[in-house]
């Protein structure tokens, strides 16, 4: 197996080299940036499996760097751990509704970085490892290897986590999912309070859904969560 490739940005040079020396000790490929410019240049020149990203850099937020990283095809499938001193609803919320797999406030312990980079890891690889490249459900096509979504002839334009949470319920089509399940699953976060950001992304969806005439695809488990009908 390769050595995972970690990118790590953050102005706090003390910090980040901290974190550089502890993960090259857990046998980690390890890139440290101090900058947004450093990192938009080394995300472009580089391939990492993994990015580790201060929301509050001096020269660009870590939110337009998030963005641009899931906006392009070539980046948009690396995991992202975001990390801020800031620790309000709002700012989990912005990170995991532009696309970052995990939410880490400041000050924390080197061991639950660890911890959180090992599980996000684990679970980047493992979906890569056991999907199969096509996903259907009710004339729907997921194509997981071109990241489209095509209901009979019409393609449905969607948005990183849309397009991840859609080919999560059919993957488990006929199977009611949770609202924790699949903040836990799709985003990466299990904390209390923050199921609201499923709820807000299945709303877009089914108006995606509804408008390319694939109506009532994704059903309310009432107090629960979610399902695809089997």
Known sequence: METPRILVV?????ITDLVGIYLRNEGYDVTLAYTGADAARLILEQEFDLAVLDIM??????????KRLKGNDATAEIPVIMLSAKSSEIDKVTGLENGADDYI???FGIMELLSRIKAVLRRSHT???AESH????HDLTIDLDQRTVVYLETEIVLTYKEFELLSYLVR?????????????????????GETRTVDAHVKT????????????LIHTVRGYGYKIGG
């Not at 953050?10 to 003390?14: A, L, N, S």
């Not at 096509?134 to 459900?137: D, H, M, T």
């Not at 969806?205 to 009532?216: E, P, T, V, Y």
Request: aromatic fraction near 6%; include cysteine; charged fraction near 30%.
């Open 134 to 137: 096509v996903l259907s459900a």
């Open 172 to 192: 488990n089509r006929g199977t009611a999912i949770s609202r924790d399940r699949l903040l836990e699953q799709v985003w990466g976060f299990s904390y209390e």
């Open 10 to 14: 953050d102005d706090e040079k003390t």
């Open 127 to 129: 979906v890569q490892k």
């Open 105 to 107: 406030t400041k000050p």
């Open 57 to 66: 850099l001096p020269d660009e937020d870590g939110i337009s760097i998030l």
């Open 205 to 216: 969806l089914r108006q995606k859904l509804d408008a390319a005439g694939c109506s009532n």
